[in-house]
């Protein structure tokens, strides 16, 4: 564990949040990054841990079918935590192009954003079409990645994919925000009430802010994948 350190907000005393930033294909990263957080448990107990999985787990990298895989499997620990996995935008853009099977323009737009590579790990091509995609998908695989999660709250903190929209309330927020926004939040100095726990927007180490925290350290550009260690106003980074 690296970097202990006074954290932008708090969560409630026995709690741990584990919040794991985007993983785009790199399995081995992420099933090195599972025993990590199980090997922290094991050493450091806590009464209630929870591990948030960020999104982007598909695209880019070498085996998104093995990352989903990963997800779904038991926990490498002896006593699991609880599991929260969020949407990314290339979830999004992998269900959408999979139901919009008359749409060849969807299909498209998932492609050349790492679709591609994705299909391939599933032994698929992209030169099939769409509903050949979703004929070929495992189910379970499918039914993991539509049912997949926007938003998590936990103590001062909010964990979403990519941000929130400065100045509209939680509940107001849109969907295309919290799946894609960049500038509009990244860059805000308006106040908050909560500060933000997100991937997206890759960087060439973990960033702190006042109103966020981004922990995409671009895993699938060479970078390292990373998780942010919440407890009390503390905040420590794992690195794989």
């Given at each position: 564990?690296?970097?202990?350190?006074?954290?932008?907000?708090?969560?409630?005393?026995?709690?741990?949040?584990?919040?794991?930033?985007?993983?785009?294909?790199?399995?081995?990263?992420?099933?090195?990054?599972?025993?990590?957080?199980?090997?922290?448990?094991?050493?450091?107990?806590?009464?209630?841990?929870?591990?948030?999985?960020?999104?982007?787990?598909?695209?880019?990298?070498?085996?998104?079918?093995?990352?989903?895989?990963?997800?779904?499997?038991?926990?490498?620990?002896?006593?699991?935590?609880?599991?929260?996995?969020?949407?990314?935008?290339?979830?999004?853009?992998?269900?959408?192009?999979?139901?919009?099977?008359?749409?060849?323009?969807?299909?498209?737009?998932?492609?050349?954003?790492?679709?591609?590579?994705?299909?391939?790990?599933?032994?698929?091509?992209?030169?099939?079409?769409?509903?050949?995609?979703?004929?070929?998908?495992?189910?379970?695989?499918?039914?993991?990645?539509?049912?997949?999660?926007?938003?998590?709250?936990?103590?001062?903190?909010?964990?979403?994919?990519?941000?929130?929209?400065?100045?509209?309330?939680?509940?107001?927020?849109?969907?295309?925000?919290?799946l894609w926004i960049r500038d509009p939040f990244l860059n805000s100095t308006a106040p908050s009430d909560v500060v933000?726990?997100?991937?997206?927007?890759?960087?060439?180490?973990?960033?702190?802010?006042?109103?966020?925290?981004?922990?995409?350290?671009?895993?699938?550009?060479?970078?390292?994948?990373?998780?942010?260690?919440?407890?009390?106003?503390?905040?420590?980074?794992?690195?794989?």
């Amino acid at each position: 564990m690296i970097n202990q350190q006074l954290a932008p907000s708090y969560l409630p005393p026995g709690k741990r949040v584990y919040a794991i930033g985007d993983v785009h294909g790199c399995v081995e990263k992420l099933q090195d990054m599972h025993h990590l957080i199980a090997a922290d448990l094991r050493s450091r107990p806590v009464a209630h841990a929870t591990v948030v999985h960020l999104g982007d787990y598909i695209d880019r990298g070498p085996d998104s079918a093995g990352v989903v895989e990963e997800l779904i499997a038991p926990w490498p620990g002896d006593t699991p935590p609880r599991i929260v996995d969020l949407m990314g935008n290339h979830e999004e853009m992998m269900v959408t192009a999979l139901a919009a099977q008359d749409d060849p323009r969807v299909a498209e737009h998932w492609l050349q954003n790492g679709g591609g590579a994705s299909l391939h790990s599933w032994g698929l091509s992209h030169r099939d079409s769409p509903r050949a995609w979703w004929l070929g998908l495992p189910p379970r695989h499918l039914g993991y990645l539509r049912g997949l999660g926007l938003m998590h709250r936990a103590g001062g903190y909010v964990f979403v994919h990519a941000g929130i929209r400065p100045g509209v309330p939680l509940e107001r927020q849109r969907i295309d925000d919290l799946l894609w926004i960049r500038d509009p939040f990244l860059n805000s100095t308006a106040p908050s009430d909560v500060v933000v726990v997100h991937g997206h927007t890759p960087s060439d180490a973990p960033q702190i802010r006042p109103h966020r925290i981004n922990v995409d350290t671009g895993a699938v550009l060479g970078g390292a994948l990373t998780c942010v260690v919440l407890e009390a106003d503390r905040l420590a980074f794992l690195q794989t």
